[in-house]
């Protein structure tokens, strides 16, 4: 199984936003529930946001309730996360990952490279 690729990360200031995608390497994953994982430097990865499979239904963390949206086109075979509000501890190393259950999600796939996101002036 090939890793799910994240893009578009890059540097932004305090209060400013990002898209960030997903994209799998191949196949489809209309079967699955996505995630999104962050690492902030020098901490573990975490769960951060999650849609299941027919996108109905999402969770997030509480940091990032109300400022974070993740989204799915499974036409276009991509997954997205829109940043909004961001703040200097939303920097990390971005991931996406499938699994069975959008909440708490284990996943499933092996870990691609991520994308990094800096929030700073």
């Known amino acids: 199984q090939a890793p799910l690729q994240a893009s578009g990360g890059g540097l932004v200031q305090p209060g400013g936003s990002l898209r960030i995608s997903c994209r799998p390497s191949?196949?489809?994953?209309?079967?699955?529930?996505i995630g999104w994982f962050r690492q902030p430097p020098g901490q573990d990865r975490m769960f951060v946001a999650g849609?299941?499979?027919?996108?109905?239904?999402?969770e997030y963390v509480d940091s990032v309730k109300g400022r974070f949206t993740i989204s799915r086109d499974d036409v276009k075979n991509r997954f997205y996360l829109q940043m909004d509000s961001l703040k200097p501890d939303d920097t990390a190393t971005y991931f996406c990952?499938?699994?069975?259950?959008?909440?708490?999600?284990?996943?499933?796939?092996?870990w691609g490279q991520g994308t990094q996101v800096t929030v700073s002036s």
């Open positions: 990952n499938f699994g069975l259950s959008h909440t708490e999600m284990e996943p499933l796939g092996p």
């Open positions: 191949g196949g489809n994953f209309r079967g699955y529930a």
């Open positions: 849609i299941n499979r027919d996108g109905t239904d999402t």
